[in-house]
């Protein structure tokens, strides 16, 4: 196989609580909130899926060309859970949480950086 380079990536996993419940709930509006977050960080979208459960809750994936980007919804308790990882330099995984937790209103936010691959 042909060389494309050093591979290195970041693995972002994030906490935001103190969500509207009723934003949580709506898979749709969940899907166009991460693909904007993560185009405006860099990465290339290549498909979005999105799934409202009964009674309530979300799940909605976005498979990135740099690699993923996941959120899962509790409605119930105001908190989402999230995670983008992205392989090489251009994409900032940890700006486009920081975007989601922006558009969603987020009261607050936890998030953890795994650094994956060559340093």
Do not use: N, W
Request: glycine share 8%; aromatic share 6%.
């Amino acid at each position: 196989m042909p060389e494309v380079g050093r591979f290195t990536g970041r693995h972002v996993l994030a906490e935001l609580h103190g969500i509207d419940p009723g934003l949580l709930d709506d898979a749709a509006r969940l899907g166009e909130l991460l693909r904007a977050a993560v185009t405006e960080a860099g990465a290339t979208v290549v498909d979005v899926v999105a799934k409202r459960f009964a009674p309530q809750g979300a799940t909605v994936i976005a498979l990135l060309a740099e690699s993923h980007a996941s959120v899962h919804t509790y409605p119930e308790h105001g908190s989402l859970f999230a995670d983008v990882f992205t392989c090489g330099e251009r994409a900032d995984p940890e700006y486009a949480l920081r975007l989601l937790a922006k558009s969603l209103d987020a009261a607050s936010v936890h998030l953890s950086v795994l650094h994956r691959g060559e340093r």
